[in-house]
């Protein structure tokens, strides 16, 4: 079982390289355990111009037989020949993708001390699997890796070179080359996709199998078009984990649709053609007003109700008068990716102080909101079905009762401006509604007055003479008299 990655140089950047980005050096031949074999990575040329690492993997079929209790395809048994005279030793399968994982596993996470600026780059990539088994043919090899940036070479293995008439065989030779991608984001791509396309695994899979595709699959995975197979083979057509996997992935999607998708709507606004300046994205001047509006209030401790992505918390973590920030969302895997968005794992021991990530759902007091300053509800209530609306308003405005409370919402009338948005439609499909000016006001004010805050509304972009912003937001301050008022009750 054999896959080769090589890589090309210059005098500058070397493509002998490719040694310290695979923590494996070029003049050593370096042989690792694994639980169904050894595992050697090799390099058969490295030099300046030209550099290749090849991973060989020997499997031991009686080793492989024991430890899977003769499991075949999707878990069924075998026949007895079968479990001893079989491919696993020949063709590339789940048993290489887990090599690749263990032997090159800081590779893979795109970790390099010594050369962190090389992990980071591009690099011009080529990678040679000499027999893939591929159940769907070149077609799907091509409909998997195409997409992803590959520019894909498949052969098909035929059954007998002696007896062409018989035909090719489910065997085919791949060849990949890229040169857009990191060596990080190539080795993902086969870790995944190689079990994928052999639709098998030698190993039962278990539920922390979507956390793994998961982390592999981030970046590329939630808007592949092949997300439902990739997800569905890799997961050995488990329909539980297979669902599992499938919501969490449109968490991501809708997730990166609030600063994306959104985005591309919010940036279809004339541009200044002579100056040929791009528009300052709609969600950066959301972030601006906010972050506006809390150095006004004077708070040092915020709450980012929704927090999804982290974007926000970032941009407080900049700001030393922020002692305490905490973000809350319901999705765990946008807390996630908002940790990795933060480097929390990397961060000082200082600054790691100021920040804290939870789960939590705004349907619902929480005795952990109390006592803050200020609370942020950027693009949140929109999200929600209008009937669940008070639960929300009783937790954040009753229960947590931060001093300020900033809330931004799409203004709907400000959707006739943009051209690629169809009359009738809101700006994301997870919107359960969208509001007019008075409409929001009218809501805004009915919550101020019956929490006691007093309520100023202030445009969030360009402001239509027509039509209004096209995000409005309500800064909600506590009256600090009527605060008063219910604590003498409440001692009453």
């Known amino acids: 079982m054999f896959v080769t990655i090589s890589t090309t140089g210059t005098a500058v950047n070397p493509a002998a390289d490719l040694g310290y ?11 690792f355990s ?3 074999g050894p595992a050697h990575v090799f390099y058969p040329e490295a030099g300046p111009e030209r550099c290749t690492a090849a991973l060989l993997l020997e499997v031991d079929t009686v080793a492989l037989v024991r430890r899977g209790k003769g499991k075949g395809r999707g878990g069924a048994p075998d026949a007895a020949l079968a479990q001893y005279v079989n491919d696993r030793p020949y063709a590339a399968s789940s048993l290489l993708a887990v090599a690749v994982s263990n032997v090159f596993s800081s590779a893979m996470r795109g970790v390099c001390k010594a050369r962190p600026e090389l992990a980071a780059a591009p690099l011009p990539l080529r990678v040679e699997v000499p027999v893939l088994p591929a159940r769907g043919g070149a077609a799907l090899v091509r409909r998997l890796f195409e997409p992803l940036g590959w520019t894909v070479d498949v052969t098909p293995v035929p059954l007998d070179t002696a007896f062409p008439e018989w035909g090719d065989s489910r065997y085919v030779r791949l060849v990949l080359e890229a040169g857009t991608l990191t060596l990080a984001e190539a080795l993902r791509h086969l870790y995944v996709l190689l079990p994928v396309l052999d639709d098998a695994k030698h190993y039962w899979v278990s539920a922390d199998e979507v956390d793994k595709l998961l982390r592999a699959g981030e970046g590329w995975l939630p808007g592949h078009p092949e997300q439902k197979l990739i997800t569905s083979r890799y997961l050995s057509r488990r329909w539980s984990l297979t669902r599992q996997a499938m919501e969490r992935l449109e968490l991501v999607r809708l997730a990166e649709a609030d600063d994306s ?3 591309s709507i919010d940036n279809a606004v004339e541009e200044d053609t002579e100056a040929e300046e791009k528009p300052t994205p709609l969600a950066v001047q959301r972030r601006e007003a906010i972050l506006d509006a809390l150095r006004e209030s004077g708070a040092a401790r915020v709450l980012d109700l929704g927090c999804g992505q982290g974007q926000l918390v970032q941009a407080l973590l ?6 305490e920030i905490v973000g809350v969302d319901v999705s765990v895997r946008a807390l996630t990716i908002a940790s990795r968005r933060l480097k929390l794992d990397r961060m000082g021991e200082r600054q790691a102080s100021r920040v804290t ?5 705004l349907a619902y007091t929480d005795k952990r909101l109390k006592s803050y300053d200020a609370a942020v509800l950027s693009e949140v209530i929109e999200h929600l079905d209008l009937p669940r609306l008070p639960a929300l308003e009783y937790a954040v405005f009753g229960a947590a009762r931060p001093r300020t409370v900033v809330v931004t919402t799409p203004n709907v009338e400000y959707n006739v401006r943009w051209e690629t948005l169809p009359a009738g439609h809101v700006r994301h499909g997870d919107h359960r509604f969208e509001w007019t000016r008075e409409e929001f006001r009218t809501w805004a004010a009915t919550v101020a007055e019956r929490h006691g805050y007093g309520v100023a509304f202030r445009p969030v972009g360009p402001d239509d003479p027509e039509v209004g912003p096209p995000t409005q937001m309500a800064v909600f301050t506590l009256e600090t008299a009527h605060d008063e008022k219910e604590k003498e009750a409440k001692a009453a």
């Open 21 to 31: 980005l695979l923590h494996k050096h070029p003049d050593k031949v370096q042989t």
């Open 34 to 36: 694994t639980s169904h």
């Open 261 to 263: 998708e959104v985005e």
């Open 318 to 323: 900049k700001d030393v008068r922020y002692t």
């Open 357 to 361: 990530l939870f789960q939590g759902s």
